[in-house]
């Protein structure tokens, strides 16, 4: 059973500090997705990282991709309250064709 | 506001019962997909359109069935209800989807409809 999982599932951090979101699949993909979804909202679009170490930033996020070690990390650097959400990633795997597998989710809090 | 949107915003409807939403993409936008969030299953991708052909299925019920019309917005129909079937339904449309992988490009969701079945 192909399993895609988060963690934490919950984060709770300061204003201004670090901290990263990891997100282990257990299929072959060179293709994974991030997206934020806040409370009671649509989801969002956030990076797609499309080969073996591709790293795309924006603003105060920056994911990667690690494709051997089937591991993408969200990296959060200096937080703000705005980033609270959940962040959520997305894999599909090399031979199902275009099939998206999500993880469970990170609900990420940022507080003052 | 992304530029894709759902119709209607709020279903309720009874078990056994058929209903279905709608969706409509970002303006050139020739994907779309069908996702469903529920807080047992939590997010699935459904289906994928590409230009009025089906490119790629998920966890969709057979119960379910959707279609992309000539005019490009999408329609997903969910039949037989069932209580599980309650949940947050979203589209997105993205430009492309064509190739044999999945898009490359972002996907813009719509709002999404909430379904309860009672």
């Known amino acids: 059973e192909l399993k895609v999982e988060q963690n934490p599932l919950f984060l709770s951090m300061q204003e201004g500090k670090n901290y990263t979101i990891y997100c282990n699949y257990s299929?072959?993909?060179?293709?994974l997705y991030w997206y934020r979804q806040d409370p009671g909202k649509s989801l969002e679009s956030l990076f797609v990282?499309?080969?073996?170490?591709a790293v795309k930033q924006e603003g105060r996020l920056m994911a990667s991709l690690d494709t051997k070690a089937r591991l993408s990390t969200l990296h959060i650097t200096a937080a703000v309250h705005d980033l609270s959400a959940t962040y959520f990633c997305?894999?599909?795997?090399?031979?199902?064709?275009?099939?998206?597998?999500f993880g469970t989710g990170t609900s990420l809090t940022v507080i003052p | 506001d992304s530029g894709v949107t759902q119709t209607p915003k709020h279903l309720i409807t009874a078990t056994g019962q058929r209903v279905t939403l709608r969706c409509s993409p970002r303006?050139?936008?020739?994907?779309v997909y069908w996702y469903q969030q529920s807080l047992d299953q939590g997010l699935q991708f459904l289906i994928q359109?590409?230009?009025?052909?089906?490119?790629a299925k998920g966890n969709i019920l057979e119960r379910f069935s959707a279609q992309q019309f000539p005019d490009l917005h999408s329609e997903l129909n969910l039949s037989s209800l069932e209580l599980g079937d309650s949940a947050l339904y979203f589209c997105?449309?993205?430009?492309?989807?064509?190739?044999?992988?999945?898009?490359?490009?972002?996907?813009?969701f719509g709002p999404g409809t909430r379904l309860t079945v009672l």
């Open positions: 359109y590409y230009n009025g052909e089906e490119r």
């Open positions: 997105a449309s993205s430009a492309t989807g064509t190739s044999g992988r999945a898009g490359t490009d972002t996907q813009y």
């Open positions: 997305a894999v599909v795997p090399l031979n199902t064709g275009n099939q998206f597998y």
């Open positions: 990282l499309l080969s073996n170490g």
């Open positions: 303006s050139g936008d020739l994907s």
């Open positions: 299929t072959t993909s060179d293709r």
